[in-house]
C-alpha cells in the first residue's frame, strides 16, 4: 500500500507540471541545450557523436533510450510518429526524469522501512513525500538534467548494499558513476557502509557469545535504545544490515547489556573484526572495487574526471563549498536543527563535557574561519549568470558587506556540530565520519556553488535522521510547497531578456 500510495501522491504533481513547463518552455533551456541535442543524436543511432561542452558522462542518455524503446510502439501504432527518433523530442526526454522521480521515491521509502523498521507505515509513506518534495529534487525533476537520475541510481545502489545484494548493488554503482562521475564517491561511501553494518552483525554473533548458556539454547535480542516505538502496534523484524551496535541493547537469555565505545574503540573493533573476516568481505566487496579500478583507468585515460569543458571544471580546494552544505541543509530541515528542543539537546552535551566540547568549537571555528579566507571560490560562471538563484545568494549575503562570510562561520559549524549530533542519534560515529569525509570528497574539489550537488548528500542526512515529529514533517513539506511554488512561477512566468545576448532568460536554481 505504501509504494503504491507514494506513486499515486508524486504522479498527481509530476504530471500536470510537466505538462505545464512543456507547453510554456517547449526548447530546451540552459543545460538542456547540450543534453537534449546529444540524446537525439543517440536516438538516431549516432553513438559515436560527442558534444565536448558537456562534462558527464551519457548514462543519462542510455536510459532515455530504454524510456523512449517503451513508449516507440505504441505511439507508432497510432500513427503519432513515423519513426524511433521522432519520438526523442524535449518533452519525452524530459519525462524521463518524471519517471525516475516516481521510482526515486519508492526507494525512498523502501530505504526508510529498512533502516526503521519499527516506523508506523502511514508515516514512513509521509515522510518519503516530504522527501519527493526536496527543492532541488523537485524542480530538476521536469528538466532534461542529470541529477534525478543521478539520485534515483545512487539510492537504489544504497538499497541493494543494505539488503546484501553487493553484486547488484555494485553494478549500480557503476551506472550511477556513468550518469556523474562524483557517484564514485557514493559508491565507495555505500559500500564503506556495508563493510560497517556487515563486520557489526559479526560482533554481534560473536562478541557476546561467552553470555549464552552452556547449552546453546540461548538467544540474541536487539533492542532499540532510542523511543521510537511502532503506532498501532505494528511491529517488524528488526534488519540485520541496518544494526548499529551502539545505539542498541543486547538481550541475553532475557538479560539486556547495551553496546557503547568511544570513536578509537569503534575503529579499532571494527578493524579487527574485518581482519577477522577479510576473506568474506574481499569476496562481498570485490564487484565494487572492480568498478574502482575502471574508473581509475578512465581517469588516467581521460586526464581529468570531466568529459568536455575541462578549463571550466578545474579541481580545485574549495573548503567553503562544505560550509555552505551544512547550513543550505539543516535550513532544508529547519524544524529539526533550529528548534528550541535541539538547541537545548545540543547545549546540554556541550556543557556535560566541557572541556572536550570547547576544544572541538574553538577547532572548528578556526578551520571555517580559515575555509572561507583561504578557500571560498567565485567562479566565473558565479559572477556572470544572473539567472541562477545562487548569483543572488552571494551577492547580497555571501558578499553583502566584508565582515559577512566570516560572521555567518558560526552558523556553518553550529550546522555541522548539529548533523553531527541528529547522526550520531541513529549510526555509530564511524559512519559518520564516512558520511561527512564523502560529502566533503564530492563537494571540495568543486569550484562552481551549485546547490543542487548537496542533493544526494541531503538524502542521507534525512534518511538516517530521526524524524518522527508529524509537526516537523508538516512545517517541512510546507516550506519545501512554498519554496516550489515560487520557483516555478519564477521560471514559467517571469522570463527576462539579457542586452547582450538574444532570447528569453529563466530564472532556474
Given amino acids: 500500500m505504501g509504494r503504491l500510495a507514494i506513486a499515486v501522491i508524486v504522479s498527481l504533481w509530476v504530471i500536470p507540471t510537466s505538462i505545464l513547463v512543456n507547453r510554456i518552455v517547449p526548447e530546451p533551456y540552459m543545460d538542456e541545450i547540450f543534453h537534449i541535442p546529444q540524446a537525439q543524436q543517440y536516438c538516431k543511432g549516432n553513438f559515436w557523436s560527442w558534444d565536448p561542452m558537456i562534462t558527464t558522462p551519457p548514462g543519462l542518455y542510455y536510459l532515455s533510450l530504454a524510456h523512449v524503446a517503451c513508449l516507440f510502439p505504441g505511439m507508432f501504432l497510432v500513427q503519432v510518429v513515423p519513426s524511433f527518433s521522432e519520438v526523442c523530442s524535449t518533452a519525452i526526454l524530459r519525462s524521463v526524469n518524471g519517471v525516475l522521480a516516481v521510482l526515486c521515491s519508492i526507494i525512498v521509502y523502501e530505504i526508510i522501512t529498512h533502516l526503521k523498521p519499527t516506523l508506523d507505515e502511514r508515516k514512513a509513506t509521509f515522510l518519503a513525500v516530504i522527501l519527493a518534495l526536496y527543492p532541488l529534487h523537485w524542480f530538476f525533476t521536469f528538466l532534461y538534467y542529470t541529477d534525478v537520475a543521478s539520485l534515483t541510481m545512487v539510492l537504489a545502489m544504497y538499497l541493494a548494499c543494505l539488503k546484501k545484494n553487493y553484486r547488484f548493488s555494485a553494478l549500480l554503482g557503476a551506472f550511477a558513476v556513468f550518469i556523474r562521475q562524483t557517484n564514485i564517491i557514493w559508491m565507495l561511501f555505500v559500500a564503506c557502509t556495508g563493510v560497517i553494518d556487515t563486520t557489526l552483525v559479526h560482533q554481534i554473533k560473536n562478541v557476546k557469545a561467552d553470555e549464552l548458556d552452556e547449552s546453546g539454547k540461548g538467544t ?40 557503547s565505545s568511544g570513536f578509537l574503540d569503534e ?23 572492480t568498478v574502482l579500478v575502471a574508473f581509475v583507468a578512465f581517469i588516467r585515460w581521460n586526464g581529468s574526471i ?8 578545474v579541481v580545485s580546494p574549495h573548503f567553503a563549498q562544505i560550509m555552505y552544505f551544512s547550513l543550505v541543509s539543516t535550513l532544508a530541515a529547519a524544524p529539526l536543527h533550529f528548534s528550541l528542543g535541539h538547541g537545548a539537546d545540543l547545549f546540554r552535551s556541550f556543557w556535560k563535557n566541557r572541556p572536550l566540547s570547547i576544544c572541538q568549537w574553538l577547532v572548528a571555528l578556526t578551520a571555517g574561519f580559515l575555509s572561507v579566507h583561504f578557500f571560498s571560490i567565485a567562479h566565473p560562471y558565479l559572477l556572470a549568470d544572473n539567472r541562477h538563484y545562487p548569483f543572488y545568494l552571494w551577492r547580497k549575503v555571501i558578499k553583502a558587506h566584508w565582515l559577512m562570510k566570516y560572521l555567518l562561520v558560526p552558523c556553518y559549524v553550529y550546522s555541522w556540530f548539529s548533523i553531527f549530533s541528529t547522526l550520531g542519534k541513529i549510526r555509530q560515529k564511524i559512519w559518520v565520519l564516512a558520511y561527512f569525509l564523502a560529502t566533503a570528497a564530492v563537494l571540495v574539489p568543486a569550484p562552481l556553488i551549485e546547490l543542487r550537488y548537496y542533493t544526494i ?47 528569453v532568460q529563466r530564472f532556474i536554481w
Fill in 267 to 289: 575503529i579499532q573493533e571494527i578493524c579487527l573484526v574485518s581482519w577477522h573476516m577479510k576473506w568474506k568481505l574481499l569476496i562481498s566487496f570485490c564487484p565494487f572495487f
Fill in 220 to 259: 540474541v535480542r536487539l533492542i532499540p535504545n532510542n523511543s521510537v516505538s511502532a503506532s498501532s502496534g505494528m511491529r517488524r523484524r528488526m534488519p540485520k544490515t541496518a544494526v548499529d551496535a551502539s545505539k542498541y541493547s543486547i538481550t541475553v537469555n532475557g538479560s539486556s547489556t547495551s553496546q
Fill in 306 to 313: 570531466v568529459l568536455g569543458a575541462k578549463e571550466a571544471h
Fill in 457 to 503: 548528500p541531503f538524502y542521507f542526512l534525512m534518511l538516517h535522521s530521526n524524524v518522527n515529529n508529524k509537526q516537523s514533517l508538516i512545517i517541512m513539506g510546507l516550506m519545501y510547497v512554498v519554496i516550489n511554488a515560487f520557483t516555478v512561477i519564477m521560471f514559467l512566468f517571469r522570463p527576462f531578456h539579457w542586452n547582450h545576448e538574444p532570447g
